[in-house]
């Protein structure tokens, strides 16, 4: 039973750019939920996405959207990326009903 | 508010020895809470939760203990490992319409052998 998967597992943009990263959930997940964690922080969240709408979001500019698919996988897009967006994104998984959030190896942006 | 922080940013530990790593919150209105263990370059793991209508939760060598008086919680770890090294995270989530995990900025806990 595979858990929760991100790809890629290295990004390295530059300022400007847009990117996307991926999210599959852990099997019979149904609820996604992204964080950024710079180094040295605790995960801050981003946004959760729930029968592919986002359900909730957290202090994060409009360049950060996201995106829910019928297969609950899941996309984060930055766009106009800042030095300062270098960071661990991390995708959380959720069981139907459940608060319980699994969370994948991560992302790691570098923005140049 | 809502503010999960942790008393002491790093625990050395000899191994075989018991660690007890500390969180304090301060949104009163959370129910829900989860410590992960996260390794170097590795996503947080998932160790144990506890709800607000419990005092104490015990896992495999980890329990979970819940002050709701004073807002706090901690994790034991029992025969502390050079394999439980790493950064311990404390989260809180308030239910309700909150779905949102806030997380404090961990203690990092190495063990010597």
């Known amino acids: 039973d595979a858990g929760v998967t991100q790809s890629p597992t290295h990004l390295i943009k530059t300022r400007g750019q847009q990117v996307t990263l991926r999210c599959s959930p852990k099997?019979?997940?149904?609820?996604v939920s992204w964080y950024q964690q710079a180094l040295g922080q605790g995960p801050q969240f981003i946004f959760q996405y729930y029968e592919e709408e986002e359900r909730q979001r957290g202090n994060f500019p409009d360049r950060f959207s996201g995106h829910q698919f019928p297969n609950y996988s899941s996309e984060l897009n930055v766009n106009a990326l800042l030095l300062g967006d270098s960071a661990l994104y991390l995708c959380?998984?959720?069981?139907?009903?459940?608060?319980?959030?699994?969370f994948g190896p991560g992302t790691r942006l570098t923005v140049l | 508010g809502e503010n999960v922080g942790l008393h002491l940013p790093t625990l050395s530990v000899q191994e075989g020895d018991n660690s007890i790593i500390n969180c304090a919150y301060s949104n009163s209105a959370s129910d829900y809470f989860i410590w992960y263990k996260q390794e170097s370059g590795k996503g947080p793991q998932f160790i144990i939760d506890?709800?607000?209508?419990?005092d104490k939760r015990q896992g495999q060598r980890v329990t979970v203990l819940l002050n709701k008086t004073v807002k706090h919680l901690s994790l034991q770890i029992a025969a502390t490992q050079p394999g439980d090294s790493a950064v311990y995270f404390c989260?809180?989530?308030?239910?309700?319409?909150?779905?949102?995990?806030?997380f404090g900025k961990g203690t990092l806990l190495t063990v010597n052998p």
């Open positions: 506890i709800r607000s209508n419990m």
């Open positions: 099997s019979g997940h149904d609820t």
């Open positions: 959380a998984s959720s069981p139907p009903g459940g608060t319980e959030q699994f």
């Open positions: 989260a809180e989530n308030s239910g309700g319409s909150n779905y949102k995990l806030t």
